[in-house]
């Protein structure tokens, strides 16, 4: 708040009344750089006159000869302090009564004698202008204001200041502010949870209450394949509830790329056909081949024996005997009518 008055003596060229004319402007500037000006002028006549030399004639506003009174009561203000409203004087009493102010803290008019300090239509005694909850004086300092309240800048900071979700202390007049999604920031704060590289106005990933830059955030969380750890970006495949690259997901013998071939596993390594027969499987006793079981594959079986349903023949017709009677001569099995013949 600045206060500046001014004071200057005229007299008129014909009577030589000397009248003493003071004005007090009143300046207030609040936190958010609003001003706010009150500017009173008053009057007063110098003793050294007779009370007939002068007259305020109401319909012309000149001087003559006679009374000069108060516009409002008509009172003389002859030797009296007066204030000059719209070019028209008024005793102090009625100027208080219709155009001073009343203090928005003591209810109480502010008198001429007193300094009024307004702001947004609202007026207060230089003694009544504090901090609505701690009281302190706020002449002549920065205050904000809230609800039709005004407050010193520490509390006004303290109870309805805005805060960074970062680092939770308030935002100051003219800061930056980033914000996402109801959440707040200094811009120093909003960076990055895990490299805490200032973000800006780059592209960010949010998960759950943090905030990640893209390569961070592909960094932790992206899927990594089983095998190499490289995070898949595309064309990945899965197998028991693990991911690949489709290029590492190969058999565990021969390298073989199993992406969209048959495979099978032996614990818990994935095998292509060929290697899983050769390296697993029984053999067919008829063929000696593997018997893999890939594919739904089927066999018999016959004590120790092992044989592909394709392969499983009778030694002498032979005609297929899954499913029938048989009778085995040494390594040899036999439909029934092969084995009579035989023994005939």
Same mark, same amino acid.
């Given at each position: 708040m600045k206060k500046v008055k001014k004071s200057k003596k005229t007299a008129d060229g014909e009577s030589g009344i000397s009248v003493e004319e003071t004005t007090t402007t009143t300046i207030i500037t609040n936190a958010d750089g609003d001003i706010t000006t009150t500017t009173k002028t008053t009057k007063s006549m110098n003793d050294d006159f007779s009370p007939k030399e002068i007259e305020y004639n109401k319909e012309d506003s000149d001087w003559h000869s006679g009374v000069f009174c108060c516009w409002q009561c008509d009172d003389s203000l002859t030797g009296q302090r007066y204030v000059l409203r719209d070019e028209h004087p008024y005793c102090v009493r009625c100027y208080e009564q219709v155009f001073a102010n009343t203090c928005d803290e003591c209810s *109480? #008019? +502010?008198g001429i004698d007193s300094k009024d300090l307004s702001y947004k239509d609202k007026h207060w005694h230089e003694a009544c202008f504090q901090c609505n909850k701690c009281r302190a004086s706020l002449v002549e300092k920065a205050f904000g204001s809230k609800n039709e309240k005004v407050y010193c800048t520490a509390c006004y900071d303290a109870n309805y200041a805005s805060r960074c979700d970062g680092c939770t202390d308030v935002f100051r007049a003219g800061t930056k502010k980033m914000e996402y999604k109801g959440r707040q920031w200094h811009e120093k704060c909003f960076v990055c949870n895990v490299c805490k590289t200032p973000i800006g106005t780059n592209s960010f990933i949010p998960r759950e209450q943090d905030i990640y830059c893209t390569t961070c955030y592909q960094e932790k969380f992206s899927t990594r394949c089983i095998k190499c &750890? *490289?995070? +898949?970006t595309a064309g990945g495949v899965t197998y028991k509830n693990d991911p690949w690259h489709r290029e590492c997901f190969t058999c565990t013998n021969c390298s073989l790329p199993l992406a969209g071939q048959r495979f099978t596993s032996k614990d818990e390594k994935p095998? $292509?056909? &060929? $290697?899983?027969?050769? %390296?697993?499987s029984k053999r067919c006793t008829a063929c000696a081949k593997p018997i893999t079981g890939i594919g739904g594959t089927r066999f018999v079986s016959f004590e120790d024996r092992h044989w592909h349903t394709d392969c499983f023949l009778c030694a002498g017709c032979k005609n297929? %005997? #899954?499913g029938k009677g048989f009778i085995t001569d040494a390594s040899d099995i036999l439909c029934p009518e092969c084995a009579k013949q035989k023994l005939l």
């Amino acid at each position: 708040m600045k206060k500046v008055k001014k004071s200057k003596k005229t007299a008129d060229g014909e009577s030589g009344i000397s009248v003493e004319e003071t004005t007090t402007t009143t300046i207030i500037t609040n936190a958010d750089g609003d001003i706010t000006t009150t500017t009173k002028t008053t009057k007063s006549m110098n003793d050294d006159f007779s009370p007939k030399e002068i007259e305020y004639n109401k319909e012309d506003s000149d001087w003559h000869s006679g009374v000069f009174c108060c516009w409002q009561c008509d009172d003389s203000l002859t030797g009296q302090r007066y204030v000059l409203r719209d070019e028209h004087p008024y005793c102090v009493r009625c100027y208080e009564q219709v155009f001073a102010n009343t203090c928005d803290e003591c209810s *109480k #008019v +502010i008198g001429i004698d007193s300094k009024d300090l307004s702001y947004k239509d609202k007026h207060w005694h230089e003694a009544c202008f504090q901090c609505n909850k701690c009281r302190a004086s706020l002449v002549e300092k920065a205050f904000g204001s809230k609800n039709e309240k005004v407050y010193c800048t520490a509390c006004y900071d303290a109870n309805y200041a805005s805060r960074c979700d970062g680092c939770t202390d308030v935002f100051r007049a003219g800061t930056k502010k980033m914000e996402y999604k109801g959440r707040q920031w200094h811009e120093k704060c909003f960076v990055c949870n895990v490299c805490k590289t200032p973000i800006g106005t780059n592209s960010f990933i949010p998960r759950e209450q943090d905030i990640y830059c893209t390569t961070c955030y592909q960094e932790k969380f992206s899927t990594r394949c089983i095998k190499c &750890n *490289k995070i +898949i970006t595309a064309g990945g495949v899965t197998y028991k509830n693990d991911p690949w690259h489709r290029e590492c997901f190969t058999c565990t013998n021969c390298s073989l790329p199993l992406a969209g071939q048959r495979f099978t596993s032996k614990d818990e390594k994935p095998y $292509c056909a &060929n $290697c899983f027969g050769e %390296l697993f499987s029984k053999r067919c006793t008829a063929c000696a081949k593997p018997i893999t079981g890939i594919g739904g594959t089927r066999f018999v079986s016959f004590e120790d024996r092992h044989w592909h349903t394709d392969c499983f023949l009778c030694a002498g017709c032979k005609n297929s %005997l #899954v499913g029938k009677g048989f009778i085995t001569d040494a390594s040899d099995i036999l439909c029934p009518e092969c084995a009579k013949q035989k023994l005939l």
